[in-house]
């Protein structure tokens, strides 16, 4: 389990975004086993029902299934539920904040749009 916790947010979604992040990187690929409560527990110093909040949150989306007695285990289709989710939140959130400070800056369009693809090429973006 790679990542480290801050005082940001609650605990158990940093947890659960450790896990999401995880599962698009394809550390944690369809029908594989997730750290359990009590390895998440030892790894961040927590309390294994924190842990176990930030598990329940994705197995609640669907994200996690749990197999009686071995553990919680990735869904099949949840890396694509997980970029479909998260392209929507990045509209909706950074985009429109991203739109709305470029109209205040006076920037047309088309600027907006040269400033974009400056950066997309900059970081090598496909």
């Known amino acids: ?27 944690y ?21 924190t842990a176990a909040k930030g598990i329940n949150r994705l197995v609640d989306e669907g994200l996690l299934y749990k197999r009686r007695g071995i ?15 998260r392209r929507e939140d990045f509209a909706k959130t950074q985009v429109r904040a991203f739109v709305r400070e470029a109209k205040r800056l006076g920037l047309t369009q088309q600027e907006l749009y040269s400033l974009v693809q ?7 973006l496909p």
Do not use: C, H, W
């Open 29 to 49: 690929p369809a029908d594989t086993q997730v750290p359990s409560t009590n390895e998440l527990a030892r790894a961040f110093n927590i309390n294994p029902a």
């Open 118 to 124: 400056a950066q997309a090429e900059e970081e090598q």
């Open 71 to 85: 553990g919680m285990f990735v869904s099949p289709g949840a890396a694509e539920a997980l970029r479909k989710k």
């Open 1 to 27: 389990m790679k990542g480290t916790l801050n005082d940001q947010s609650l605990i158990y979604r940093q947890i659960a975004q450790l896990l999401e992040d995880g599962i698009l990187r394809g550390e």
